[in-house]
């Protein structure tokens, strides 16, 4: 699991406690007759924004595992929740079984990263976002073409957005856990980059053309599916994940030349 690996740089006290800290069977047991359930509903909340292949079961079936960590792992002396420290070590145990599923190529990430730089070059010299047409000539592409990698580059999304703080934390060889809990809900420096980050997504969708702008709206806030979104929009399900697909590459890149990704 990506916070198992995350933390091997931690001293193993440091990580878990020592022995006279760890649960006892009937407090785990109390644990998991109040929490057990909440390993489908974050499941099942992160599968609704997910592609239709990807099962809530395996979701579930690792969020088991990470559940089962967490259990294994979490000292009541500390000064941080429970729920707080089970939700950090499920949705890390998801995030991980999404990674082994990516079927994405180096070739497909490189054409991706083509369209938003391109995009970000057309959007300065227009001084308004590119339109599809104008994408796919400056990148000697006929529509068909165009149309063709954003529905290559489709997967490379395949983690929502409200995930971002936990998508690269297996990169963080000493990351402590208890850390991560305490500061996502006391750190007015971790809140403050929070809201940082809230600001610049703010801004970057406020870019986006209208279209773009309300397939994310609907895909992230109101939680529509795409064929939902379709039925709305009266577009096919495929052009909605085109749609999609355009504004994705143009946030996250937006993003990463802020570091933010």
């Known amino acids: 699991m990506g916070l198992s690996k995350a933390v091997a740089g931690v001293p193993l006290e440091d990580e878990i406690g020592t022995q006279d800290t760890y649960l006892d069977n009937e407090e785990k047991a109390i644990f998991i007759n109040e929490y057990g359930g909440h390993i489908k509903y974050i499941a099942q909340r992160l599968a609704m924004r997910l592609p239709s292949h990807v099962s809530v079961d395996d979701l579930v079936g690792a969020g088991m595992i990470g559940f089962v960590d967490a259990l294994e792992k979490f000292d009541p002396s500390r000064d941080v929740k429970f729920k707080t420290y089970m939700e950090i070590r499920v949705k890390g145990a998801m995030l991980d079984e999404l990674r082994t599923m990516d079927p994405v190529s180096r070739t497909i990430r490189r054409k991706a990263q083509k369209i938003a730089e391109v995009y970000d070059s057309l959007e300065k010299t227009l001084c308004r976002s590119p339109s ?4 796919a000539m400056n990148l000697d592409l006929n529509l068909d073409e165009f149309y063709k990698i954003l529905d290559e580059t489709k997967s490379i999304n395949l983690v929502p957005l409200e995930y971002i703080d936990y998508e690269n934390k297996d990169k ?5 856990p208890y850390n991560l809990a305490d500061t996502e809900e006391t750190s007015p420096f971790h809140q403050l980059q929070k809201k940082e980050l809230i600001d610049l997504l ?3 969708l406020e870019e986006l053309p209208e279209n773009e702008n309300l397939v994310i709206t609907l895909y992230y806030y109101e939680q529509l599916t795409m064929k939902e979104i379709g039925e709305v929009l ?3 399900e495929s052009r909605v994940s085109q749609i999609h697909s ?7 890149y937006r993003l990463g030349q802020f570091g933010c990704y």
């Open 246 to 252: 355009k504004a994705m590459i143009h946030l996250r």
């Open 132 to 135: 599809d047409e104008e994408l």
């Open 172 to 176: 963080e060889a000493s990351l402590n």
């Open 202 to 204: 703010a801004s970057a």
């Open 234 to 236: 009266s577009l096919s």
